[in-house]
């Protein structure tokens, strides 16, 4: 089962981020933008040279990048990089299955605090520590495919070079997380109806058959000419 990848390095700066997304090893199938907003390769953060900027205005209903193109695992593993600079004000998706059946959500309702909200058919279960703000973050899972025995298990790492989760959420396997499909969608969706928020992601991954874990500068998951962080 190969691993489906995107890293944005060979995008041009403030361009719309390209389906076929050169320099990455897996294209887009689809990229889609919502009136008002926009999905841009990024200079500003990025964990290399560039990153995909998801902006939405207060009219946008989602920025979105999605692999419809899976081959219907029943168990995979997934990571992306995340740099936000505030909370939103009520829940974004910013992972979903494609099928409304699982999702990575950030919330800050009231209580929450900016916490991962991690979304099944047997409902929400939220994290309690703080997604760290101006800085990237690393988000990692585990998902299962089954209507009894289905998990959804999410691994927040506030150092994203760290091996050693800050925090894992919603770890046991008794989850209804319906049947294996071909979507991975990674995007900035407000839940609640539109609202002016920005998002970042970075060195994306999914139909992985174990935890990916952290980028080690220099190797595959980089271009091979990028040996530093960018801009934080």
């Known amino acids: ?72 695992p029943t168990e995979s593993y997934g990571r992306f990089y995340l740099y ?16 409304n059946t699982v999702s990575i959500n950030l919330t800050a ?47 927040l790492f506030n150092n994203p070079d760290s091996t050693v989760p800050t925090e894992t959420i919603n770890s046991t396997a008794d989850k209804n997380t319906g049947a294996a499909n071909a979507f991975a969608d990674f995007q900035n969706y407000r839940v609640a109806g539109p609202e002016a928020y920005i998002l970042w992601m970075d060195n994306i991954v999914a139909n992985a058959t174990s935890y990916p874990g952290p980028i080690i500068t220099g190797t595959a998951n980089l271009a091979p000419v990028i040996y530093g962080r960018g801009a934080c």
């Open 1 to 72: 089962m190969a691993d489906f990848t995107a890293n944005f390095e060979l995008g041009v700066n403030s361009n719309t981020v390209a389906a076929a997304d050169p320099g990455s090893a897996t294209a887009w199938d689809s990229v889609t933008i919502s009136a008002g907003g926009a999905l841009t390769y990024d200079n500003a953060h990025a964990y290399g040279l560039l990153s995909a900027k998801f902006n939405n205005d207060a009219s946008t209903t989602f920025t979105r990048l999605r692999w419809s193109s899976l081959p219907n």
């Open 84 to 99: 936000i600079t505030s909370y939103p004000s009520n829940r974004n998706e910013i992972f979903t299955d494609g099928e």
């Open 109 to 155: 309702l009231a209580g929450d605090g900016g916490v991962v909200r991690v979304g099944t058919l047997s409902g929400f279960v939220d994290g309690t520590v703080a997604v760290a703000i101006n800085q990237w973050v690393r988000i990692e899972w585990h998902l299962i495919h089954n209507a009894v025995t289905g998990l959804l298990e999410v691994k």
